[in-house]
């Protein structure tokens, strides 16, 4: 059974930073893509950052320059946000599959910014 668990959420100030965790179970095989997404109040989700298995990246305009994904194997990627915005404020989902976004998803990690 493939799950994925997300940690590491929590309130912050404007400007301050934030380090999401992803731990995945199930099939390696799986995980060929992985990546965060979010939902904002009254938003739709929305990609936030991708990583493919072999190391390419892909990430949202909004986030480009303040926020790294990584993945340091094959089931955990962690999403390092800097200089965090008020409208980051928002509930973050871990995703994976073999396609982008993937079939998989967490039941995701609440982050709210404070101004």
């Known amino acids: 059974q493939v799950q994925l668990v997300e940690s590491g959420g929590g309130l912050v100030q404007a400007g301050g930073s934030l380090r999401l965790s992803c731990a995945a179970s199930?099939?390696?095989?799986?995980?060929?893509?992985m990546g965060w997404y979010r939902q904002g109040p009254g938003k739709q989700r929305e990609l936030v950052a991708t990583?493919?298995?072999?190391?390419?990246t892909n990430y949202a305009d909004s986030v480009k320059g303040r926020f790294a994904i990584s993945r340091d194997n094959a089931k955990k990627v962690y999403l390092q946000m800097n200089s965090l915005k008020p409208e980051d404020t928002a509930v973050y989902y871990c995703?994976?599959?073999?396609?982008?976004?993937?079939?998989?998803w967490g039941r995701g990690t609440q982050v709210t910014v404070s101004s």
């Open positions: 995703n994976a599959g073999l396609n982008v976004p993937g079939k998989y």
């Open positions: 199930g099939p390696i095989y799986i995980f060929s893509n």
């Open positions: 990583i493919s298995s072999g190391g390419s």
